[in-house]
């Protein structure tokens, strides 16, 4: 981008293979903001219908694009441009339900109507409403979060919490990446996740 910036996150990379491993052809996936899509590209590319909300037209006219250069153009991803809370909080009231849900909130944004969301105070009743579309048949729920002052202990205890009623294990722990050249490994955020395996 023109701010130096790769338009995914690296670092990602071993959740994107965890699910992976965890959805099966023909699951319903929901990935909120979803960004520039490579993780709506990694399960759409399994089999999995996805449905990709992100507030930024920009980044899913990016997404749009990224699956037609990854050959994945026909796959059944729904891209939508909306507010991420809203629309799992009108998922949870139509019903509905998901086999694996990704969450990457920024710490502060605006939705398409200049809605306000900031991580601290919307990521429990967000954690709360995506519990509520996973159901017995669900396999994952992946949490991210970067540049916070929140420990992966808190959000993986807020997972916990939110997925009791569910069964199935929650991680937590911090993410990095390598720097090759002098060996060291450099933080770059923390996760939660809740699975469980059939």
């Not at 999995?48 to 037209?57: E, F, G, I, Q, Y």
């Not at 949870?92 to 998901?98: E, K, L, W």
């Not at 993410?175 to 060996?183: I, K, S, T, W, Y």
Request: charge should be positive; proline fraction near 5%; glycine fraction near 8%.
């Amino acid at each position: 981008t023109p701010f130096r910036h790769l338009a995914f996150f690296p670092d990602m990379a071993p959740h994107w293979a965890w699910m992976r491993e965890r959805i099966a052809p023909g699951s319903e996936a929901l990935n909120l903001f979803g960004y520039t899509g490579v993780g709506s590209l990694a399960l759409a590319a399994k089999g999995a219908a996805v449905t990709h909300v992100d507030a930024s037209k920009k980044s899913v006219e990016a997404a749009r694009a990224n699956a037609a250069l990854s050959g994945l153009a026909d796959k059944p991803i729904r891209w939508l441009v909306d507010d991420a809370a809203k629309f799992a909080a009108r998922e949870v009231r139509r019903g509905r339900r998901y086999d694996g849900i990704i969450l990457d909130p920024p710490k502060y944004g605006r939705g398409p109507a200049k809605e306000i969301w900031q991580l601290e105070t919307g990521l429990p009743g967000l954690i709360a409403d995506c519990a509520k579309l996973l159901d017995a048949d669900s396999r994952f729920l992946v949490l991210t979060v970067y540049a916070v002052r929140m420990s992966a202990l808190a959000i993986g205890e807020l997972l916990a919490q939110a997925t009791a009623h569910l069964g199935g294990e929650v991680e937590m722990g911090e993410m990095a990446v390598r720097e090759e050249a002098r060996g060291l490994t450099l933080p770059t955020a923390i996760f939660t996740r809740w699975s469980r395996r059939k």
